[in-house]
């Protein structure tokens, strides 16, 4: 993680110090368009870009620390535990497996209804290869 905030941090100074760059080039050449401006203007392009590939880096990373943070707390909650003490609940404890499992045919069902495929969405969900339910468990066992 610190690696990759370092990396932003460096992506974004060097996107400044392009952008000034700009601004420099810009006045020396009184207005006028000329080499220097057009490599400047073109090198904070690409630190533009690369500034962006660096701050999607870093959500993709937030993101899959949240899903992870979520699903061990489901995990807890699941097997029964908040906070180090028993939950009182009447739901019986679920594994870990079976979580995953669960968390897996949801995921496939979300980018299913935000790719607009509607259809069947729900059975192709279910039985994508990456999301195998168990036939272990009861609540899986076809009626």
């Known amino acids: 993680m ?3 905030a370092d990396s932003l941090n460096s992506a974004y100074q060097d996107f400044v110090a392009a952008a000034t760059a700009v ?3 810009k006045e020396n050449a009184g207005a006028h368009k000329t080499p220097a401006t057009d490599a ?3 090198n904070f392009k690409q630190k ?3 500034f962006k590939i ?3 880096q870093a959500e993709e990373f937030v993101e899959s620390m949240k899903q992870r943070i979520g699903s061990e707390c ?3 909650e699941a097997a029964g535990h908040v906070a180090g003490q028993a939950a009182t609940t009447s739901l019986p404890p679920i594994s ?3 979580l995953e499992q669960m968390s897996k045919a949801v995921r496939w069902l979300v980018m299913e209804l935000q790719q607009g495929s509607g259809t069947g969405a729900s059975n192709s ?3 994508h290869p990456s999301a195998p339910f168990d036939a272990r468990f009861s609540e899986d066992a076809a009626p």
Do not use: N
Request: a negative charge.
């Open 48 to 50: 533009w870009e690369l």
């Open 54 to 56: 660096k701050c999607d």
């Open 40 to 42: 400047a203007l073109e």
């Open 74 to 76: 489901l995990v807890d």
């Open 23 to 25: 601004l420099q080039a």
């Open 2 to 4: 610190e690696g990759l």
């Open 125 to 127: 969900a279910l039985s």
């Open 96 to 98: 870990a497996v079976r």
